[in-house]
C-alpha cells in the first residue's frame, strides 16, 4: 500500500467502494463447483476433504484471480485504507468458523456442507455495509435460507446441491458486481476520479492519484497546487 495524507473514514469508504471486488467471488465459485463436482463422485469422507481444502484454498484462489483481472486485492498499489484492513479481517473471521464446522462433522459428516457454507458466507454481511450496496445482504441471507432449504430437502445429495445452491449465489453476486454503479453519493460522474491532493506529509502540493471507474489507481498525474 502506498501512503496518503489523513482522509476521513469516508473518504476511504468511498474509495474503498470503488473497487469492483470479483476477484474472491469468482474464487468461490471455483471452489464449491470443484467441491460439488467431486461431491457427486467422491464418499462422504474424501469429499469432507475436497470441502475442507476447497474453501481453505479460496483467498489463494482469489490472489491468482486477481492476478488474471487486474485487480490490487493486497492493495499494494492503493493508498493505505482501513477499510483493505477490515475486509481481511472479515476473510478471518470466515477462516474461524472451521473451529465450530469441525466438531459437527465430526459427530455428522454430513453437517460439514451446511456449516461450512453458511458460516463462510456470513462475511458478505459487513461487506454489504462496507460497500453501502444490497448485494452483501442479499448473498449471507439467501445463502443462508437455501442451503439449510437444500440440507433438510435432499439429504442423500449434501454434497452436491448445497455446493450448487452455493454457486449459483455467487453468480447472481458476481453478476451483480460487474453491472452496479461504483459512484458514492452526491460524487459527479467521471470516468477517473481524483482521490487525494497532496504529498505525505500532508502539504498542499502533491501527487494527484488517479482511479479509473473500475476502481483501480492509474498512477500519478504530475503536481497539483491546491
Not at 87 to 93: A, E, K, L, R, S
Not at 111 to 125: C, D, N, R, T
Not at 160 to 181: D, M, S
Request: aromatic letters at 12%.
Amino acid at each position: 500500500m502506498t501512503r496518503t495524507p489523513s482522509l476521513t473514514l469516508d473518504d476511504q469508504r468511498a474509495e474503498f467502494a470503488r473497487n469492483r471486488f470479483l476477484s474472491m467471488p469468482v474464487a468461490g465459485t471455483i471452489a464449491w463447483s470443484v467441491i460439488g463436482v467431486c461431491g457427486a463422485f467422491l464418499p462422504v469422507d474424501l469429499a469432507a476433504w475436497v470441502l475442507f481444502i476447497g474453501t481453505g484454498s479460496i483467498f489463494g484462489i482469489g490472489l491468482l484471480v486477481a492476478h488474471w483481472l487486474g485487480e490490487d486485492l493486497l492493495g499494494k498499489t492503493r493508498p493505505i485504507n482501513a477499510f483493505d484492513s477490515l475486509f481481511f479481517h472479515t476473510i478471518v473471521m470466515a477462516w474461524l468458523v472451521f473451529a465450530i464446522a469441525i466438531p459437527f462433522f465430526m459427530i455428522e459428516p454430513t453437517s460439514l456442507p451446511l456449516s461450512i457454507g453458511i458460516l463462510a458466507g456470513l462475511m458478505w454481511v459487513p461487506f454489504s455495509w462496507m460497500i453501502r450496496h444490497w448485494i452483501g445482504l442479499f448473498h449471507g441471507i439467501a445463502r443462508t435460507v437455501l442451503v439449510v432449504a437444500a440440507w433438510y430437502l435432499f439429504p442423500g445429495h449434501r454434497f452436491v446441491i448445497i455446493p450448487a445452491v452455493i454457486v449459483a449465489i455467487y453468480l447472481v453476486t458476481i453478476y451483480v458486481l460487474l453491472t452496479r454503479t461504483r459512484q458514492w453519493p452526491g460524487e459527479a460522474r467521471s470516468d477517473r476520479v481524483l482521490m487525494y491532493v497532496g504529498d505525505s506529509r500532508g502539504h498542499g502540493q502533491g501527487p494527484a492519484w488517479i482511479a479509473d471507474a473500475r476502481g483501480g489507481v492509474l498512477g500519478v498525474r504530475g503536481h497539483l497546487r491546491v
